[in-house]
């Protein structure tokens, strides 16, 4: 019995359905009604009746539910007192592929949750690293993609280095150009208006296959190519190069300003971007707002 167990009853008791439940707690369901079920098999008991219309509590089970919540009650004092006590540094570690919305949530998370004292990293690296990042629990979150063509590769990692991946939001092909590329003016474009300019990419390091991209359609032969490791990099260079990258669509004008343009790509494909998080972690509270965060600049995009 672990308090992330206890975690997922209270809320599956609270929401009514696993469905509602594993959305609250950022989980696949699947992924929560196997939990619970370990949990039931473990304690000897029946936590839920399961109907089609939802869950219901039984009767051993609203009495466990009760042990749970003081269970939890007391690790919220113990963690707010030890981990979060004045004089003491609040730590978070996320670790994310290139994406404005990233920066909006954590500055958002150190606004309100910061305080007087803490240790934050937002580390936007390359895609193998942050797999391995979470699964060694380096950071507590991360931050990616996958696609029709990487999905497969990317499925296989995350299983087999325990994490999970819950979706943030799906997204459209788009380019980003300058504001003053002609492409800007267009309302879409294609594939063909693209030859001309040079296309800019992030490197990934010794991991760097097709699989691992942070853009899709990267399989495609380009003539001019550039590979940078970071954001204000790549963003100079479609300026001052006139160059393109392919990518969500997704930009932030009060942090990137007014000349970078997110342009619709006639291209059919999808990306699926979302978090990925460790199994046998139970997320912070720090963990929980920032997920939080990242929802409210991902939905309104």
Same mark, same amino acid.
């Given at each position: 019995?672990?308090?992330?167990?206890?975690?997922?009853? #209270?809320? +599956?008791? *609270?929401? =009514?359905?696993?469905?509602?439940?594993?959305?609250?707690?950022? !989980?696949? %369901?699947?992924? &929560?009604?196997?939990?619970?079920?370990?949990?039931?098999?473990?304690?000897?008991?029946?936590?839920?009746?399961?109907?089609?219309?939802? #869950?219901? +509590?039984? *009767?051993? =089970?609203?009495?466990?539910?009760?042990?749970?919540?003081?269970? !939890?009650? %007391?690790?919220? &004092?113990?963690?707010?007192?030890?981990?979060?006590?004045?004089?003491?540094?609040?730590?978070?570690?996320?670790?994310?592929?290139?994406?404005?919305?990233?920066?909006?949530?954590?500055?958002?998370?150190?606004?309100?949750?910061?305080?007087?004292?803490?240790?934050?990293? &937002?580390?936007?690296?390359?895609?193998?690293?942050?797999?391995?990042?979470?699964?060694?629990?380096?950071?507590?979150?991360?931050?990616?993609?996958?696609?029709?063509?990487?999905?497969?590769?990317?499925?296989?990692?995350?299983?087999?280095?325990?994490?999970?991946?819950?979706?943030?939001?799906?997204?459209?092909?788009?380019?980003?150009?300058?504001?003053?590329?002609?492409?800007?003016?267009?309302?879409?474009?294609?594939?063909?208006?693209?030859?001309?300019?040079?296309?800019?990419?992030?490197?990934?390091?010794?991991?760097?296959?097709?699989?691992?991209?942070?853009?899709?359609?990267?399989?495609?032969?380009?003539?001019?190519?550039?590979?940078?490791?970071?954001?204000?990099?790549?963003?100079?260079?479609?300026?001052?190069?006139?160059?393109?990258?392919?990518?969500?669509?997704?930009?932030?004008?009060?942090?990137?300003?007014?000349?970078?343009?997110?342009?619709?790509?006639?291209?059919?494909?999808?990306?699926?971007?979302?978090?990925?998080?460790?199994?046998?972690?139970?997320?912070?509270?720090?963990?929980?707002?920032?997920?939080?965060?990242?929802?409210?600049?991902?939905?309104?995009?």
């Amino acid at each position: 019995m672990t308090l992330q167990q206890l975690r997922y009853i #209270v809320e +599956v008791a *609270k929401s =009514g359905t696993f469905m509602e439940a594993a959305k609250n707690l950022f !989980l696949s %369901q699947p992924s &929560l009604t196997k939990s619970i079920k370990e949990l039931e098999k473990e304690m000897g008991i029946l936590i839920f009746d399961r109907t089609n219309k939802g #869950v219901s +509590v039984t *009767k051993e =089970g609203e009495v466990f539910l009760g042990y749970a919540r003081q269970v !939890l009650e %007391q690790a919220a &004092l113990l963690e707010e007192k030890y981990k979060n006590h004045v004089g003491g540094k609040q730590e978070f570690r996320v670790s994310t592929q290139h994406y404005s919305f990233a920066v909006n949530a954590f500055v958002d998370l150190i606004k309100e949750c910061g305080g007087e004292e803490y240790d934050f990293s &937002l580390r936007e690296t390359q895609t193998f690293s942050i797999i391995d990042d979470v699964s060694r629990m380096k950071s507590e979150i991360g931050i990616l993609y996958y696609n029709a063509f990487n999905q497969m590769v990317i499925q296989k990692l995350l299983k087999a280095n325990d994490l999970e991946f819950t979706e943030l939001f799906t997204a459209r092909p788009h380019i980003f150009v300058s504001a003053n590329n002609p492409l800007a003016k267009q309302a879409v474009v294609d594939m063909e208006d693209l030859v001309q300019y040079p296309y800019l990419s992030y490197e990934q390091g010794e991991h760097n296959s097709f699989y691992f991209s942070e853009e899709i359609f990267s399989t495609i032969q380009r003539s001019k190519n550039i590979r940078v490791m970071d954001r204000a990099t790549l963003f100079n260079l479609l300026i001052g190069l006139n160059g393109y990258t392919v990518c969500s669509g997704v930009i932030d004008k009060e942090l990137n300003g007014e000349n970078i343009i997110a342009v619709p790509l006639r291209a059919e494909g999808e990306m699926h971007i979302g978090v990925i998080t460790h199994k046998k972690a139970v997320l912070s509270k720090l963990g929980i707002y920032y997920i939080d965060a990242l929802k409210k600049y991902t939905y309104r995009n």
